[in-house]
């Protein structure tokens, strides 16, 4: 980042960013997508979606993914939090939503795929992406990923009958199959070095995830750690509320800890957290990769023994104590499902580098806000009779007051402006918004996470035109059917929250 230094061992460095520059920096990730039909309208559910992202590490550890499914019905949007390195994020951005796309798909479709690959005929593309230029793909290892996406694909057909996945049972099936996948490929004798390096790396760094799947007023949305989904509702009376859809995976919540306490011997009860971390390691409770913490020990020294320099590739082996009845750590999701209402208007997912500065309640409001000050922006001019020039100079004088010039047009980036910029009073201030984007590379990490957003706004005319033609009911977000109903009781009770 040109404007941004890069050790606290220089010795005058200045916080001083110009407007243009702050815009610069914050907006140079952003991303927006609109859904339109070939008549230029918009019959999805999903109206348009806005995401943006911001490094605190070099390079950035977090990852994004949105797509459009093209055998099966839906929209499917994913972010994804990596640590101790980028290359499990990156690889489960890549990869995960080909499988859940996989999982849905009917027999027919599935056959049709194995036989287009065998003849060495082209296969249909199964998502379409919506990328940002900067976003990159590993290369090199496309068709190693494309080969064990093909063996999922193939181990469905193998099934008896025909696969007839739910949508939670698809994604789920997904997350966990990846995860093995991730597992094994490291595993496997592999004598391409650089293959075998990006698959050492994936591996032993890791990566939270939460992916939504939308399709037409059915949404669901699967998570693995700390990354969150919160619905921005409106209610009849035009308050905004907040409809959290996940829970943050980690010591802080007590489901997570029993759970993990259930599936381990009683005497390691008082070592599964230490200091608020997973064996005194890991922040989240579920995650992909991280395999120092789902192999056996024997297994790891196997592995790492048999590789090549893996201290240059930032690998090193360490047994946490207390290491005794692994796997720890999981990447199964738990998959909630919401009915859309014509009040649900907007979903955020986000890293926890949001959630970290900002609450649920104070997002929902910013979007609503700024979905507000969007509808501003260019008002009808309505003029009182007969016209006057100065009425049409105070018109003009309003429109210039609100500094509508400068509002972000992108709402994740407005978010990542307030998460890192705003003062007590939940202010943006400029002065502390250029401090926190010029935070030498050493000291950023101790103020500010990554943080990814992705912002997707629903179209409330075709929800509404939905029940119109439907008997309407109502619905409240179910965790799944993977998960145990009666600890979920106090949530599904919980009234949304009002602003």
């Known amino acids: 980042?040109?404007?941004?230094?890069?050790?606290?061992?220089?010795?005058?460095?200045?916080?001083?960013?110009?407007?243009?520059?702050?815009?610069?920096?914050?907006?140079?990730?952003?991303?927006?997508?609109?859904?339109?039909?070939?008549?230029?309208?918009?019959?999805?559910?999903?109206?348009?979606?806005?995401?943006?992202?911001?490094?605190?590490?070099?390079?950035?550890?977090?990852?994004?993914?949105?797509?459009?499914?093209?055998?099966t019905a839906g929209m499917m949007f994913g972010v994804f939090d990596g640590h101790a390195?980028?290359?499990?994020?990156?690889?489960?951005?890549?990869?995960?939503?080909?499988?859940?796309?996989?999982?849905?798909?009917?027999?027919?479709?599935?056959?049709?795929?194995?036989?287009?690959?065998?003849?060495?005929?082209?296969v249909q593309p199964i998502l379409q992406w919506h990328r940002h230029p900067s976003d990159v793909e590993y290369q090199e290892i496309t068709s190693q990923y494309f080969e064990n996406l093909r063996v999922y694909w193939q181990h469905l057909l193998d099934l008896d009958a025909e696969p007839g996945f739910s949508l939670e049972e698809a994604m789920i099936c997904a997350?966990?199959?990846?995860?093995?996948?991730?597992?094994?490929?490291?595993?496997?004798?592999?004598?391409?070095?650089?293959?075998?390096n990006i698959a050492l790396q994936v591996a032993f760094s890791g990566a939270t995830a939460c992916v939504a799947h939308i399709d037409g007023v059915h949404l669901h949305v699967a998570n693995t750690g700390d990354c969150r989904a919160v619905l921005g509702v409106r209610e009849e009376d035009g308050t905004w509320s907040t409809l959290p859809l996940t829970?943050?995976?980690?010591?802080?919540?007590?489901?997570?800890?029993?759970?993990?306490?259930?599936?381990?011997?009683?005497?390691?009860?008082?070592?599964?957290?230490?200091?608020?971390?997973?064996?005194?390691?890991?922040?989240?409770?579920?995650?992909?990769?991280?395999?120092?913490?789902?192999?056996?020990?024997?297994?790891?020294?196997?592995?790492?023994?048999?590789?090549?320099d893996v201290e240059a590739l930032n690998i090193y082996q360490y047994v946490p104590p207390n290491y005794h009845t692994p796997p720890y750590l999981t990447a199964e999701p738990e998959v909630t499902y919401h009915k859309l209402r014509s009040k649900d208007k907007f979903l955020v997912i986000a890293s926890d580098g949001l959630w970290e500065m900002l609450s649920n309640e104070k997002v929902v409001q910013l979007v609503a806000g700024h979905l507000t000050e969007l509808n501003m922006q260019k008002p009808p001019l309505t003029f009182k009779k007969p016209v006057n020039l100065g009425y049409m100079h105070n018109l003009l004088l309003q429109r210039k007051s609100k500094g509508l010039a400068s509002l972000d047009q992108n709402i994740a980036t407005h978010l990542i402006r307030h998460a890192i910029g705003s003062n007590e009073y939940g202010e943006v201030d400029p002065e502390k918004l250029a401090a926190m984007l010029t935070l030498p590379e050493d000291l950023a990490r101790m103020y500010r996470d990554d943080i990814t957003v992705t912002?997707?706004?629903?179209?409330?005319?075709?929800?509404?035109?939905?029940y119109r033609n439907h008997e309407y009911v109502v619905s409240y977000p179910s965790m799944g059917t993977n998960v145990q109903w009666d600890k979920y009781i106090p949530y599904l009770q919980e009234e949304p929250q009002e602003l």
């Open 175 to 196: 997350f966990k199959r990846l995860d093995s996948d991730i597992s094994l490929e490291v595993q496997a004798p592999q004598e391409n070095e650089l293959m075998r």
């Open 85 to 122: 390195g980028a290359a499990c994020a990156q690889a489960v951005s890549e990869r995960l939503l080909h499988y859940i796309a996989v999982s849905l798909m009917p027999r027919q479709s599935l056959e049709e795929f194995e036989l287009a690959v065998e003849a060495m005929k082209p």
């Open 1 to 71: 980042m040109a404007f941004r230094h890069t050790s606290t061992e220089e010795e005058h460095f200045s916080f001083q960013l110009s407007p243009a520059q702050i815009n610069d920096i914050l907006r140079a990730g952003e991303l927006s997508h609109r859904t339109l039909d070939l008549r230029g309208k918009s019959t999805n559910s999903v109206l348009r979606f806005e995401s943006n992202q911001l490094a605190s590490n070099s390079p950035i550890e977090d990852r994004r993914s949105a797509a459009t499914c093209l055998q």
């Open 247 to 308: 829970r943050d995976h980690n010591a802080y919540d007590e489901f997570e800890i029993r759970r993990l306490k259930r599936e381990h011997p009683r005497s390691e009860e008082k070592t599964l957290f230490v200091n608020d971390r997973l064996l005194g390691i890991l922040m989240p409770s579920r995650a992909f990769g991280d395999v120092q913490l789902k192999w056996s020990k024997e297994l790891q020294h196997s592995i790492l023994e048999n590789s090549c």
């Open 455 to 466: 912002v997707v706004y629903f179209n409330s005319e075709t929800i509404e035109d939905y």
